[in-house]
Structure formats: structure tokens, C-alpha cells
């Protein structure tokens, strides 16, 4: 059973920014791009869970199946693995989320950690995107085994299979499949239909269009979230 006790108290946290949107829809790159701007670390709920998956303990086994069926990760899990991590950035300014919350549950689990930080500053940010352009765009998509940075077709080292920022092998992710890539779309979309309304309600959701060119991308999510200046 996973279970977790964490006292926050002593936090220096007062800026929150969730980049949420589909597989593909290059949350990955904004939130990088976000983090950089701002001298804020990221939270990667994805590479969290696939570094625990390398484990051996039987809950980690049982999440490497579902995850290469494309099946979400349950909200116990992932929620420890987001409290784990935010518990090593306590002294921090502020954090850039990557693909957290993905469930009703999971934004609860971020509310009740919010509160305990009495974080004012809490925007999320989604990127509306076309399944078909996403489709296509992953099934080309390459990423380094180390730094973790995406890769398509016409960017440097991606035809060596070399990172040409760290020099890591540039590796195919097995969630990258086309096939499986649509399933985890529209999975994706219809568990964050009631997240997207959940924090459209609350006057926290800046919808973004995903389509455009990632500078567009980025400066309008700056511009939205007031970070122009």
C-alpha cells in the first residue's frame, strides 16, 4: 500500500503553473519553456513515472503493464509521486507542472497540497490541440534517453540519434506508437473534460491554441498569464 505523511509548513512555494493538454499536444516543450523563463523548476509527472516503472517492487511491475497498454497510472500513485517531488522543491520560488492533474482525484490531491502551501498564485494552463496533427506529429518523435528533450524530424541529431544539447542516444518511447498514442488521446480527453470544467469554474483555466508554432505557442501563454513584462 502506498501511503505518505509530509509537513509543508516551511515552504518558500508561492507560484503554481499546471501545462496540461493532450499526448503530443507539446505540454513537454511549453512547461520547459515556461520553467526557463521564470528560473522555476519543473515537475514532470510523466518522467516520474516512467523512472518508477524501472523498479522492481511489485507496484512498480504492476504500473509498467498499464503503462504500456497506454492506461493512465492510478491517482494513489501518481499522487505520491507528485507529493515526493514537490517535497524536494519546498524551498523553491515556484513550479512549472507538467501533465498534473490528469483526474478528478489527482486535482484534489493538488487542491489539498495548494492549501497546505497557501499558494495564492495558481493558474492552469491547456493546450487545445487537433488529434490528427498530434497523431502525426508523435509518430515521428524521438527523445533523449537523458536529458529527456524531444526530437522531430527536421531538428539537428535527430537523423544520428544523437542529442546535440547533452549527448545522449535519442531513443523511440514505446507510449510513442501511433496506435497506442490515439488510444491515450482520447483517453486523455475524456478524463479531462471535468478537469477542464473544474478549473474553467474557478476562473484558473487559460485554454491555449496548441496548433501554432511552439514561439506562438509560448508567447501567448505568457502573455495570458500576465508574465509579459
Known sequence: MLTFCYNFRMSNISNVFVILGPPGSGKGTQSELLAKK??????????LRREFIKGASP?????????EKGTPGPDSLIGKLFKDEMHKLQAEEGIVL???PLSMGQAQILDDVLADFEIQNFKVVFLDVDKEKVVKRIK???ICSQCKKNYLLKD???AEN???VCGGKLIVREDDDPVVAAQRFDE???RNAAIKEFYRDKGILVEINGDQPIDAVHHEII???????
Do not use: H, M, Q, W
Open 162 to 164: 544523437i542529442c546535440p
Open 59 to 67: 507496484e512498480a511491475l504492476e504500473d509498467k503493464a498499464r503503462y
Open 38 to 47: 521564470l528560473g522555476y523548476n519543473r515537475i514532470v509527472i510523466g518522467d
Open 188 to 190: 486523455y480527453e475524456r
Open 223 to 229: 502573455n495570458k498569464l500576465g508574465l509579459s513584462s
Open 140 to 142: 515521428g518523435r524521438k
Open 156 to 158: 539537428k541529431g535527430y
Open 98 to 100: 507538467d501533465t498534473f
